[in-house]
């Protein structure tokens, strides 16, 4: 619980600072990369909802994740709990052969070497299952942190590369790149 208000605390704690004043007199709003890698964190997808909310209209595309996002974590979290209850059938099997010498019906096809080698997999799977959730967990920071960078993006005409081929010392044939920014 205090992990959950230290996080709302920093996502909240830059507001006074939003704006800033421009030559124009007007105010720009300038989007936190570290309130959206926060409100991911809290909430997952929050923070591409947060981006979205904050681009200009014709580059708003950021909802689109949020479903992902969630089917990566049902996805995942399904096979973590199923490979973790297979694990603990299959645990509870080969107890009850060693204590009473029968197990259950559903299992009967294995003996004891292929129920302990079916547990070895099972915890493998769960493993790696946590694995997966830890790993759509992170992308979905990373994904928030990066497109949050790219909000206030300028991909406007004055923007320009140039690639020309030029001479160099008077012998060496070579090839000149120029940057236009602004």
Not at 14 to 23: F, K, M, Y
Not at 94 to 103: A, I, K, V
Not at 139 to 165: C, K, R, T
């Amino acid at each position: 619980m205090r992990i959950l208000i230290v996080f709302l605390l920093f996502a909240f704690s830059g507001q006074a600072e939003d704006s800033i004043p421009s030559l124009k007199n007007d105010t720009v709003k300038v989007h936190s990369v570290k309130k959206a890698v926060i409100l991911s964190a809290v909430i997952p997808g929050a923070g591409q909802i947060y981006n979205h909310t904050a681009m200009p209209k014709g580059k708003k595309k950021a909802f689109w994740k949020v479903p992902l996002i969630y089917a990566g974590l049902g996805a995942t979290g399904y096979f973590l709990i199923s490979n973790q209850q297979t694990q603990k059938e299959l645990k509870q099997e080969y107890q009850s052969r060693l204590d009473t010498g029968s197990g259950s019906d559903k299992w009967s096809a294995y003996d004891d070497l292929g129920i302990l080698t079916l547990y070895d997999q099972y915890l493998d799977w769960r493993d790696l299952s946590i694995l997966g959730l830890a790993g759509v967990y992170l992308i979905q920071l990373v994904d928030a942190g990066v497109e949050a960078h790219f909000v206030n993006f300028d991909v406007s005409e004055d923007l320009s590369m140039s690639i020309e081929p030029t001479l160099m010392n008077n012998f060496t044939g070579g090839i000149k790149v120029k940057l236009k920014f602004r």
